[in-house]
């Protein structure tokens, strides 16, 4: 009964210490791709910001077409707006 005892007390013994290398691994490989995958989500964000700049003039000049006219009605509409507007009443205090 002994023996027997004792192979079970070594058995979870062996368990107890296999689950805690167990749980220091996984806190140690998680806090290094956390750290690879914050390093991994700023390179991702430089490398599309940099693209995003060196495709925004092609871009303008693909929309420059279609932004003329809407800009042109937009001063069309601004002027008739302000040519219509009454002069502002100013009360000057004695």
Known sequence: MIVLTSLVVL?????VAFALLGAV????FGII???????GAV???VIGGVAMLAIAPVV???LLPVLLPV?????VV?????ATRKPDVVVVPR
Not at 11 to 15: C, E
Not at 71 to 75: C, G, V
């Open 11 to 15: 058995a979870i013994g062996f368990w």
């Open 25 to 28: 691994l996984k806190l140690a």
């Open 33 to 39: 791709g956390g750290v690879f995958s914050i390093v």
């Open 43 to 45: 390179l991702g964000a």
């Open 60 to 62: 303008v000049l693909a």
């Open 71 to 75: 800009a042109l009605l937009a001063i």
């Open 78 to 82: 601004w002027a008739i707006a302000r």
